[in-house]
T-cell receptor, first 113, second 114 residues
Framework: DAGVIQSPRHEVTEMGQEVTLRCKPISGHDYLFWYRQTMMRGLELLIYFNNNVPIDDSGMPEDRFSAKMPNASFSTLKIQPSEPRDSAVYFCATKESSNSPLHFGNGTRLTVT | AQSVTQLGSHVSVSEGALVLLRCNYS??????LFWYVQYPNQGLQLLLKYTSAATLVKGINGFEAEFKKSETSFHLTKPSAHMSDAAEYFC????????????FGGGTRLMVKP
């Protein structure tokens, strides 16, 4: 079991550029969550999917953010255009069922200059 | 609605001393409660969870937590701190919402002095 795999681990980009963060869930996990972690706001849930379908995206901060899960093995979080205030660590987390524990990836540290 | 409050964003203990990290929750339904640990540059890892069975829950690395409904608390303890316990700890609550989404507390950074 390789765990939840996120790429890239670090991303540095300039304001206005498009950023795509990637996540490969643990095989068999039906739920996938995207979180953002900052010093000021802590851990914030952005969106989650169940069986590849977005269920709750109320945490997505703005229309600049979008997330997709085209199949059970892959999800993306896209920011277009990026802004300096988007700088944070973005985590993908998955779980097998609604009552299962959450497994986190190692995160993507995004810096927007 | 549910929420979690972790008292103390930073806790410092000496190696070998008792570790006590405080967590209070608010939930309109019987909660599931969790403690996660985050080491530098890593994601969160599950330490332990309470799911309405025994009120005293034992987790990994010698940690345990006790669910006290009357106090709406789920404090994390370890009898003797080790240097390797230095990390950030998050308390989380979930209720019977769709997907049983977790609501995390603000985290407590534990520092262990030699």
């Amino acid at each position: 079991d390789a765990g939840v795999i996120q790429s890239p681990r670090h991303e540095v980009t300039e304001m206005g550029q498009e950023v795509t963060l990637r996540c490969k869930p643990i095989s068999g996990h039906d739920y996938l969550f995207w979180y953002r972690q900052t010093m000021m706001r802590g851990l914030e849930l952005l969106i989650y999917f169940n069986n590849n379908v977005p269920i709750d995206d109320s945490g997505m901060p703005e229309d600049r953010f979008s997330a997709k899960m085209p199949n059970a093995s892959f999800s993306t979080l896209k920011i277009q255009p990026s802004e300096p205030r988007d700088s944070a660590v973005y985590f993908c987390a998955t779980k097998e069922s609604s009552n299962s524990p959450l497994h986190f990836g190692n995160g993507t540290r995004l810096t927007v200059t | 609605a549910q929420s979690v409050t972790q008292l103390g964003s930073h806790v410092s203990v000496s190696e070998g001393a008792l570790v006590l990290l405080r967590c209070n929750y608010s939930s309109s339904v019987p909660p599931y409660l969790f403690w996660y640990v985050q080491y530098p540059n890593q994601g969160l890892q599950l330490l332990l969870k309470y799911t309405s069975a025994a009120t005293l829950v034992k987790g990994i690395n010698g940690f345990e937590a006790e669910f006290k409904k009357s106090e709406t608390s789920f404090h994390l303890t370890k009898p003797s701190a080790h240097m390797s316990d230095a990390a950030e700890y998050f308390c989380a609550v979930s209720g019977f919402n769709a997907g049983n989404m977790l609501t995390f507390g603000g985290g407590t950074r534990l520092m262990v002095k030699p």
